[in-house]
């Protein structure tokens, strides 16, 4: 996978809007990182419920099972199954899947906070325009924040901020760093006013792409039957 069309994915696995369509577009881009035909979604959020992909997952065949966890907390499977006649995923997309699966358990926790009250669009702007002022931010990474809390992708908010996406990029490590949050999604939930959301200690406030490296070096990924 050349490395645009994985930044695509890793940036869209950080999309949560609409949140209602989060877990199956999240799962679809799971499974296409590790060039699985169809996936099967277990998930433990309280309405315990299976989510498969269209076309749905074979009946038989020995998928690829990925933990959805985040923290100490288990979300659920994801089942990835591979072409007819395949029967071995290449390691580098393992890794990646399994990256894949961290950061759509990630998702899949803010999604479920954030989904809790839905506020009216005035009140929201106006709750956002507070909690903005309360941070150490600058007026420009302020409008930065603000973009991504209304859905503005990396290169849309470079587009109506006329900066270069290399430098939103380093605008929003920034951000992290003073807010003290791991990724886009964090900083949503922190933004809209979800629970739970606690910085890290000290030291962690590092972008998610950047631990990507360390990640793709664990090769702890299951086999299991369907």
């Known amino acids: 996978m050349v490395p645009t069309e994985f930044l695509q994915i890793a940036e869209s696995l950080n999309h949560l809007d609409p949140i209602r369509t989060y877990p199956l577009r999240a799962a679809k881009l799971v499974a296409d990182l590790a060039n699985a035909t169809a996936y099967r979604m277990e998930l433990e959020l309280g309405d315990q419920r299976k989510l498969d992909s269209t076309p749905p997952p074979p009946s038989e065949g020995r998928p690829v099972s990925l933990p959805l966890r985040h923290g100490r907390q288990m979300l659920g499977t994801i089942y990835l199954y591979l072409p007819e006649g395949g029967d071995k995923v290449e390691t580098t997309d ?8 961290r950061a759509l358990a990630r998702g899949l926790s803010y999604a479920v906070r954030m989904n809790r009250v839905v506020p ?24 930065v924040v603000s973009l991504l809390v209304s859905g503005a ?9 006329k900066l270069t996406v290399a430098t939103v990029h380093t605008y929003l490590k920034r951000i992290y760093s003073k807010l003290g949050v791991h990724s886009r999604v964090e900083l949503v939930a922190r933004m809209v006013g979800t629970e739970g959301s606690v910085p890290p200690p000290a030291g962690e406030h590092t972008d998610e792409l950047d631990l990507l490296e360390q990640e793709l070096g664990d090769d702890d990924l299951d086999i299991a039957t369907a």
């Open 153 to 161: 992708s990396t290169r849309s908010i470079a587009e109506q901020t």
């Open 94 to 101: 393992l890794r990646l899947a399994r990256w894949g699966a």
């Open 120 to 143: 009216d669009n005035r009140k929201r702007t106006l709750d956002l325009a507070a909690r903005l002022e309360r941070t150490p931010l600058t007026k420009r990474e302020k409008e």
